[in-house]
T-cell receptor, first 111, second 116 residues
Framework: GQQVMQIPQYQHVQEGEDFTTYCNSS?????IQWYKQRPGGHPVFLIQ?????EVKKQKRLTFQFGEAKKNSSLHITATQTTDVGTYFC???????????FGSGTQLTVLP | KAGVTQTPRYLIKTRGQQVTLSCSPI?????VSWYQQTPGQGLQFLFE???????NKGNFPGRFSGRQFSNSRSEMNVSTLELGDSALYLC???????????????FGPGTRLTVL
């Protein structure tokens, strides 16, 4: 079945440093979504990427979808303590409706 | 619009018991998906309901079941609870159109189930 791997599992950064999490799928994806889960909270939808090579920005967050539509990344510039949480990618393969989630990257930002 | 609501928020049960969790989707959303989240396994898909029918199912034993009502509210049932069923159970709602593979899921706050 489809697998979505996400690295790193944990990342500790000093406030102001950049952060990147990577997502790789075993199959070509029709689209990929990114979610953020704060400690004690639930996943909150951030963004969806659909096109090959697509890049989207949300303030300090930059999301990329690979040319082959099998990988994606989330980059945060100049992290802040409010960025703390676990970031998940979730992909759909082909015409499937089911989302397969990556294992998540837990980000800690040290003040 | 009100968000996805789940009840109860916390639950403590003992092995062998059964439990029913409830999820009310965002108004107008017809699809409800259920996930199990544990520290070791991440977010695991349980099943999806649309128009009162199970549309997709993950790899969980038959002890896990669900249903959806005509108002799109959904319930999930776990019978003969095991210690390993302790987890955060999340439901997510979406519009659910079969032709829309870009459908976005919105999660509820989850039910924290502890099995003793």
């Amino acid at each position: 079945g489809q697998q979505v791997m996400q690295i790193p599992q944990y990342q500790h950064v000093q406030e102001g440093e950049d952060f990147t999490t990577y997502c790789n799928s075993s199959t070509t994806l029709s689209n990929i979504q990114w979610y953020k889960q704060r400690p004690g909270g639930h996943p909150v939808f951030l963004i969806q990427l659909v096109k090959s090579g697509e890049v989207k920005k949300q303030k300090r967050l930059t999301f990329q979808f690979g040319e082959a539509k099998k990988n994606s990344s989330l980059h945060i510039t100049a992290t802040q303590t409010t960025d703390v949480g676990t970031y998940f990618c979730a992909g759909r393969a082909g015409s499937a409706r089911q989302l397969t989630f990556g294992s998540g990257t837990q980000l800690t930002v040290l003040p | 619009k009100a968000g996805v609501t789940q009840t109860p928020r916390y639950l403590i049960k003992t092995r062998g018991q059964q439990v029913t969790l409830s999820c009310s989707p965002i108004s107008g959303h017809r699809s409800v998906s259920w996930y199990q989240q544990t520290p070791g396994q991440g977010l695991q898909f349980l099943f999806e309901y649309f128009s009162e029918t199970q549309r997709n199912k993950g790899n969980f034993p038959g002890r896990f079941s669900g249903r959806q009502f005509s108002n799109s509210r959904s319930e999930m049932n776990v019978s003969t609870l095991e210690l390993g069923d302790s987890a955060l159970y999340l439901c997510a709602s979406s519009m659910g159109s079969l032709r829309d593979t870009k459908d976005t899921q919105y999660f509820g706050p989850g039910t924290r189930l502890t099995v003793l």
